[in-house]
């Protein structure tokens, strides 16, 4: 595997040493940088433009997997955010708000994600508990969604932004009437609903790379990574395939991640790769202006986990 994709070695040594001291991962120290503004594309992508163009997304905010530990917390959070900023990579993260209420750190927890919009990203509603939709009734998953915006939408009125942005956790976003009902809900309360049509589910490899790491069973950990990256150059191919083949160009591609402790350890790598695979990376707002995204007709849930095939359906 290419040198530049790999972790440098001192960084997993750094999480193993805190793993054993404290039982949570370590990130790798990271400088801020100033997140220089992109401007907005002048027009959508379309048929004319070659260029691929993505949007990284990544749910589960702040930090999924941290429990009531604010140092992992911290630090996870932390390191994902500051690589956004040094790769200078427009970035959203999908918030569960019910990480930021731990008794006797939401003081902290709130000023940790409030430093993403200081930084110059953005942040959206991954509603409250993060709920599967098909499992419980349209009421509570309604009651999820308000309750997911209790802190994120006066913190993003504190900096003169607004809450725009809505995922559907698990992406479970339904096909039924169930689903026109909760995109309705979803109009009333202005949101828009983040598509994802790239996804090479990094949190099923997350849980044995970080066990890795800590055993100092770095061989391994490595082989775990190379399944990633091998796993993202497949996500990318598919949808570029089935983009090509369905609307005759590349579509503004929206890729989703999760705030786990893997990434926090080799989201720049994963960056870099990214862009080796010859993508420019654009704001969510900005990969939205793709055309194929305001498609007239596209069934219920089409814009949750089905955009690929909402979009097969009515230009069939």
Same mark, same amino acid.
């Given at each position: ?15 193993? #040493? ?22 907005? +594309?002048?027009? #959508?992508?379309? +048929? ?14 702040? #930090? ?10 911290? /630090? ?7 690589? %956004? &900023?040094?790769? +200078?990579?427009?970035?959203? !993260? ?14 902290? /927890? =709130? ?24 499992? &419980?009734?349209?009421?509570? $998953?309604?009651?999820? =969604? ?15 932004? /607004? ?20 995109? *309705? ?7 828009? =609903?983040?598509?994802?049509? &790239?996804?090479?589910?990094? $949190?099923? %490899? #997350? ?14 950990? *490595? ?10 150059? /497949? ?13 005759? $160009? ?10 786990? *402790? ?11 790769? =990214?862009?080796?695979?010859?993508? *420019?990376? !654009? ?30 359906? !009515?230009?069939?």
């Amino acid at each position: 595997m290419p040198a530049r994709y790999l972790t440098p070695l001192c960084n997993r040594r750094r999480f193993v #040493a805190a793993s054993a001291a404290a039982s949570v991962v370590a990130s790798t120290a990271l400088r801020g940088k100033d997140l220089q503004a992109k401007q907005p +594309q002048e027009q #959508a992508a379309n +048929q004319s433009d070659p260029k691929k163009r993505v949007a990284v997304t990544i749910d589960d905010g702040p #930090a999924s997997g941290a429990g009531d530990d604010l140092d992992a917390y911290l /630090r996870i959070s932390g390191s994902l955010r500051k690589t %956004f &900023v040094e790769h +200078q990579v427009p970035g959203i !993260v999908f918030v569960n708000e019910r990480q930021l209420h731990v008794d006797g750190q939401r003081d902290a /927890r =709130i000023r940790e994600l409030e430093q993403w919009l200081v930084d110059g990203l953005d942040i959206g509603n991954h509603t409250y508990a993060h709920k599967r939709m098909r499992e &419980v009734p349209a009421w509570e $998953y309604r009651d999820d =969604i308000v309750k997911g915006e209790t802190v994120l939408r006066p913190l993003l009125e504190k900096h003169g932004k /607004r809450l725009t942005w809505f995922r559907y956790p698990f992406l479970d976003s339904g096909r039924d009437a169930k689903a026109a009902e909760i995109e *309705e809900f979803l109009r009333e309360r202005d949101y828009r =609903i983040a598509p994802v049509t &790239v996804d090479y589910k990094d $949190y099923s %490899f #997350a849980r044995n790379y970080t066990r890795f790491l800590r055993a100092g069973e770095s061989a391994q950990a *490595e082989e775990v990574l190379d399944s990633v990256w091998k796993a993202l150059d /497949r996500a990318f191919e598919h949808s570029e395939q089935r983009s090509q083949n369905l609307l005759g $160009y590349q579509l503004s591609q929206v890729l989703l991640i999760h705030c786990n *402790e893997m990434n926090a350890l080799t989201l720049g790598d994963a960056f870099q790769r =990214i862009r080796d695979l010859g993508y *420019e990376f !654009v704001s969510l707002e900005e990969a939205m202006l793709d055309a194929a995204y305001a498609t007239p007709g596209l069934p219920p849930g089409s814009m949750g986990g089905w955009v690929m095939d909402g979009l097969t359906s !009515v230009r069939s």
